[in-house]
């Protein structure tokens, strides 16, 4: 596809999870957010999960035009969009393991993961490690709890 158009409120899987997914499989198709619950802590999520543009679903037809029209263009959508960067966000996770996060909140076993992502269980081991370390936990509570704390997930 030339763009992909994704909601946030999605059933069995957050949009937040699939555009990390996206993100990390896709081949520089550009992606635009459109969702009904877009705060600012939603907006600069998606932007920091590799969205390249956001709008309301309250938005009219001129707006959605602009928008796709800007996305395929190269641009983001709106213009001042890319002010939602965060260094401190995408730095502390990779892209990989926020997936994984959103996963783990989810519930799924390492080997569930791990089929859902096509990589071996030991690469989810390693990466599960690897945010322990980072957010200084020893746990899945612990690591969930504390990404919550950080904006790193959504609330349940």
């Known amino acids: 596809p030339d763009l992909i158009i994704l909601d946030l ?20 198709i550009p992606i635009l957010i459109c969702s009904g619950n877009l705060n600012e802590h939603n907006k600069q999520r998606v932007i920091n999960a590799g969205a390249k543009g956001f709008l309301s679903k ?6 959605i035009r602009e928008a796709i029209e800007a996305l395929l263009a190269g641009k983001t959508y709106p213009k001042e969009a890319c002010q939602y960067l965060s260094e401190t966000q995408t730095s502390l996770l990779s892209n990989r393991q926020r997936i994984i996060l959103g996963l783990m909140q989810s519930g799924l076993s390492n080997s569930e993961m791990a089929e859902a992502l096509y990589v ?11 945010m322990y370390n980072s957010l200084d936990v020893n746990s899945r509570i612990a690591c969930i709890n504390k990404a919550r704390e950080l904006g790193l997930i959504d609330p349940i």
């Open 120 to 130: 071996s269980t030991n690469t989810i081991k390693t990466h599960v490690r690897l």
């Open 9 to 28: 409120e999605m059933i069995g899987i957050t949009g937040l999870i699939m555009l990390d997914i996206l993100s990390q499989n896709r081949q520089n």
């Open 58 to 63: 309250t938005e009219g037809m001129q707006q």
